[in-house]
T-cell receptor, first 113, second 116 residues
Framework: AQSVSQHNHHVILSEAASLELGCNYS??????LFWYVQYPGQHLQLLLK??????LVKGIKGFEAEFIKSKFSFNLRKPSVQWSDTAEYFC???????????FGKGTTLSVSS | DGGITQSPKYLFRKEGQNVTLSCEQN?????MYWYRQDPGQGLRLIYY???????QKGDIAEGYSVSREKKESFPLTVTSAQKNPTAFYLC???????????????FGPGTRLTVL
């Protein structure tokens, strides 16, 4: 079955620390990949997406992700986190039929000031 | 102001009762989706629809039903057959061009359902 795995359930960082959240998907071929963020009390919103082209994708709020096809990975990074980055982060991949998204279980990021 | 609205924000229901969650979008999107979010489980797909009067089951459709009579509306009914209905329910939509679903989904604010 197609699946998306997020390696970290809960990450705790101090402000200015660097962030990397792992994400792996289980199937090959063409795949559309996404990172969504859910800030406390807010809508789920798109951070960044990869469809094709440059495997290093830049998103909002200084986030970026790198698509590594050989590793089936799409890790999210930020060089220096802020307290306002405290949120839940979800990696997602389009299913092979292109009809729906498969989400990972999410990573809760807590940033202390 | 385009977007997706879900109502109500909080919903309480007694065991054995059916309840319908509303989802409306004014983004002119063809596809709509319902997810269930539980702590530590991520988002799990309940149902989706790519066109009016047609919908498909997702991974956890048992105990739920949907309809898609209008492009902008995709209500979800949680029936009494759903064994563990207390959860946060998210509606989403996305555009389709030709036979390509872009898959970038836009989400509503969610409805938190509690069964008493």
């Amino acid at each position: 079955a197609q699946s998306v795995s997020q390696h970290n359930h809960h990450v705790i960082l101090s402000e200015a620390a660097s962030l990397e959240l792992g994400c792996n998907y289980s199937y090959g071929g063409t795949v559309n990949l996404f990172w969504y963020v859910q800030y406390p009390g807010q809508h789920l919103q798109l951070l960044l997406k990869y469809f094709s082209g440059d495997p290093l994708v830049k998103g909002i709020k200084g986030f970026e992700a790198e698509f590594i096809k050989s590793k089936f990975s799409f890790n999210l990074r930020k060089p220096s986190v802020q307290w306002s980055d405290t949120a839940e982060y979800f990696c997602a991949a389009a299913n092979q039929a292109g009809t729906a998204l498969i989400f990972g279980k999410g990573t809760t990021l807590s940033v202390s000031s | 102001d385009g977007g997706i609205t879900q109502s109500p924000k909080y919903l309480f229901r007694k065991e054995g009762q059916n309840v319908t969650l509303s989802c409306e979008q004014n983004l002119n999107h063809d596809a709509m989706y319902w997810y269930r979010q539980d702590p530590g489980q991520g988002l799990r797909l309940i149902y989706y629809s790519q066109i009016v009067n047609d919908f498909q089951k997702g991974d956890i459709a048992e105990g739920y039903s949907v309809s898609r009579e209008k492009k902008e509306s995709f209500p979800l009914t949680v029936t009494s057959a759903q064994k563990n209905p207390t959860a946060f329910y998210l509606c989403a939509s996305s555009s389709i061009a030709g036979d390509v679903t872009y898959n970038e989904q836009f989400f509503g604010p969610g409805t938190r359902l509690t069964v008493l």
